[in-house]
């Protein structure tokens, strides 16, 4: 207000020295200064009190926040009303009463065209005075509080209109008024025209120099703002949201920006958990291609692995000391199995089961699941666990057709892997002990390792569950 004041007065003071007219600007003054200081700053205490009760902590958040979405129209509409007959009374009442002479000069479209142009001007230069002052309240209760004024649906474009009406042809206005009358304006007032042209002129790029700012800040502060939180996202910054300063299409834009962030900071925080809960291999195919839950049809290798007597071994521990126990083994076991390409699948006790070329592709599954297995055992000979136990493992591998997908309740699935060929790698793990071996695996994935490896024949040998025996080997540990 005390900006408009100081505008209003710069020009009544410019129109006294170009036209020596005091009286009539000297007339104006105490009313000016009624309505604006006056008037002005008890209507905008008025609108603000929502706000202030509820930053004092006695009023209501809801209540605050419609406030301060409607603030800049409400003020520009309080504005309007107190300009019109401010306005009117100031530049037509007064003189045509007081100064009748004086008012006689001036011809009836340089009046009218200067109320008329106040009165649109300054409410409109109001609303952005005040669509900057919420920007700036916006963004406190954003960054002190984390309160997001939402946008309401608004017009960029109409903003921009406004702004020209207001920052340029408005104030051409009121110079091409004057031209039309130009030469007997200028004998009425007893100056020469240049002088009204020039008065003209400078005032219009007085109130251009003092608008332009205020409205190009209404644009400028929220694009600033959506820049700087896109260049911290850049950066990796999953925090970086931005206020949301305007009720137009820049608003909105804040409002979508935000809502990707926490979608993707939701996306970031499921990742981490599956990461934590589920192989990360498991939790990438799951967020990237949805579509393989339903289940697929992959050849693949499947390694089973179990502690040789661990019930014995565990018996006499605590609940706290087993776990403690298995997790430490399981570091070891897991480490050489997600190296050489395997997804881990499922904990059952103390066993594991993992797959290779599941879900992502391995051309070299079968001889990464032999490697993976004998960097196992080779990391367990001679190392001890928890008081110092040592552990021995064995391992069956078995390569076929798998189906993989998610199973389980609608609340609650998990990733696993199915059929014969899974079935024939645990029935491997458990022959292990009947032929005194570590690893066992089948022909299949013996055929498709390749000759790397010291594949020695068992023979066919019977599985529980199958009609046909089998052909498997063993596979010696260096």
Not at 106 to 133: C, D, E, K
Not at 332 to 343: A, D, F, K, L, N
Request: glycine share 8%; hydrophobic share 50%.
């Amino acid at each position: 207000m005390l900006l408009l004041f100081a505008m209003d007065i710069g020009i009544h003071v410019f129109f006294g020295l170009v036209t020596q007219r005091w009286l009539i600007v000297l007339s104006n003054v105490p009313l000016q200064l009624t309505m604006f200081l006056g008037v002005n700053l008890w209507g905008a205490g008025t609108l603000y009190r929502p706000i202030a009760k509820y930053l004092d902590g006695t009023g209501d958040l809801a209540d605050a926040i419609r406030r301060i979405q409607r603030l800049p129209q409400q003020s520009a509409i309080l504005a309007f009303a107190i300009v019109c007959p401010t306005v009117a009374v100031n530049a037509i009442v007064i003189p045509s009463m007081f100064f009748a002479e004086d008012f006689a000069l001036i011809p009836l479209g340089t009046i009218l065209s200067r109320v008329a142009i106040w009165w649109v001007l300054l409410p409109y230069f109001i609303y952005f005075l005040v669509t900057n002052f919420t920007a700036d309240l916006r963004t406190v209760l954003f960054e002190a509080r984390g309160i997001v004024v939402p946008a309401r649906s608004g017009r960029l474009l109409t903003r921009l209109i406004i702004a020209f009406c207001v920052a340029a042809f408005l104030p051409g206005g009121v110079m091409f008024v004057d031209s039309l009358g130009l030469q007997f304006l200028a004998e009425s007032l007893g100056i020469e025209p240049y002088v009204i042209l020039g008065s003209d002129l400078f005032v219009t790029f007085a109130i251009f120099a003092i608008t332009f700012p205020v409205i190009a800040s209404t644009f400028q502060r929220p694009i600033n703002k959506m820049k700087g939180a896109v260049a911290a996202l850049q950066r990796g910054d999953l925090t970086a949201k931005t206020p949301v300063q305007t009720d137009d299409e820049l608003g909105l834009l804040a409002q979508s920006y935000n809502e990707m962030i926490d979608g993707l900071r939701e996306r970031e925080l499921v990742r981490e958990t599956f990461g934590r809960f589920v192989n990360p291999q498991i939790a990438r195919t799951i967020l990237d291609h949805p579509e393989r839950l339903s289940g697929e049809v992959r050849e693949a290798t499947v390694l089973f692995t179990d502690i040789e007597g661990f019930t014995t071994v565990t018996e006499a521990m605590s609940p706290t000391d087993t776990i403690n126990l298995l997790n430490e083994y399981f570091e070891v076991v897991m480490e050489p199995v997600s190296r050489h390409g395997g997804v881990i699948t499922n904990f059952t006790g103390d066993s594991l089961l993992a797959v290779f070329n599941v879900p992502e592709a391995d051309p070299d599954h079968a001889a990464n699941a032999v490697r993976a297995a004998l960097e196992i055992e080779r990391q367990l000979n001679g190392r001890t666990f928890g008081a110092g136990l040592a552990m021995r493992t064995r391992i069956g591998i078995n390569t076929g057709d798998v189906v993989a997908g998610a199973v389980g309740g609608s609340d609650r699935l998990g990733y696993t892997i199915l059929g014969d060929a899974v079935n024939l790698a645990a029935r491997l793990e458990q022959l292990n002990k009947q032929y005194g071996s570590l690893i066992m695996v089948s022909e299949e994935t013996a055929r498709r390792a390749g000759t790397g490896f010291r594949f020695e024949p068992i023979g066919d040998i019977t599985v529980k569950g199958r009609a046909k025996t089998v052909r498997a080997f063993t596979v010696a540990v260096e």
